[in-house]
């Protein structure tokens, strides 16, 4: 039903911003491993992390349009569950399929249709330092078990998004594909459009698309500014009838400062909710983007500003 959406265009709100909101609105203190993952293990944790999902949803239901939540799993592969003393292997199979459990919990509880659950798989260094990135063929093996686990648990799609190389984003690409789930593939990019590796956006997505079958139902822009996502749409759709044919989904932060800036804050930055939504439905206007939804920055008052524009869109 997701692939069907996808392909026909139909208007789908993604989630906003997870770790941003647990860092700058609670007390909680974040582990510096696996992050939000953490969270599932305490009572505390995850009622936090329970009313932040449920904010989206709402507006999902608010609004009358079909919802895609990912889980809390950006940091449960093997390199961040070790170096949080969690265990192996096994220890990722169980954070990821207690975090899918999770928002199957989150999704039954509530009255609202379609809700589909993404398993997000981030890359295996900083996402915002290519050089940290492994090559395609380690990458497929790296991200193999966390690609398994969330599939086996129950997810509607397998989601890698801010991907800063095209190395590694084809080894992900070739771990998803070996399930039998639908995936896609997310990049983040500099203020040039182009991934941080230096890699057009075209050829990143034909590279996979050439190389990897299935190839993922759909290619995405997370984790940088709606002007910057403008600069990479407005160069590919000159670039490549095919590859902008692909990009289906922008996550977008809500504030222009470069992530490295954004980190080293102690509150949250962001754009008005209503300038980011009127980008957003932009954006998707413009470029036939039909999945949106916001990142690092962004909380329900984002979304419900977009939310309101995609629900006039679809009427």
Known sequence: MLRDLIES????????????RIMFETDL???????????????DGREVLRDVYATYVDVAWAHGLPAIIGTPTFRA????VEGAGRGGVEAVRRLNSEAVAFLHEIRSGGDHEPVFIA????????????????SHLDGADYHAAQAEALAEAGVDLLFAPTFP???EAHGAAVAMSQ??????????????GRLLDGTYLHDAIERIDDAVVP?????GISCVHPTVVRTALQDLHVASARGAARLREVKANGSSLAPGQLVALDHA?????????????????????????GCCGTDAKHLAALARRLEAKAA
């Open 269 to 293: 930055e962001s754009d008005p909710p209503e300038v980011f939504g009127e980008s957003m439905h932009q954006l998707g206007i413009d470029f036939g983007v039909s999945i949106l939804g």
């Open 77 to 80: 592969s093997l390199r961040y």
């Open 179 to 192: 399930t039998s789930v639908p995936y896609a593939v997310s990049f983040v990019l500099n203020q040039r």
């Open 119 to 134: 398993g997000v798989i981030g890359p295996y260094g900083d996402a915002y330092r290519p050089e940290d990135c492994l």
């Open 215 to 219: 190839a993922p139902t759909h290619y």
């Open 165 to 167: 190389s095209v190395e």
């Open 29 to 43: 203190e974040l582990d510096p491993h696996i992050e939000v993952t953490a969270l599932l293990d305490q009572r």
């Open 9 to 20: 265009g139909t208007p789908i709100l993604a989630d906003a911003g997870i770790e941003t």
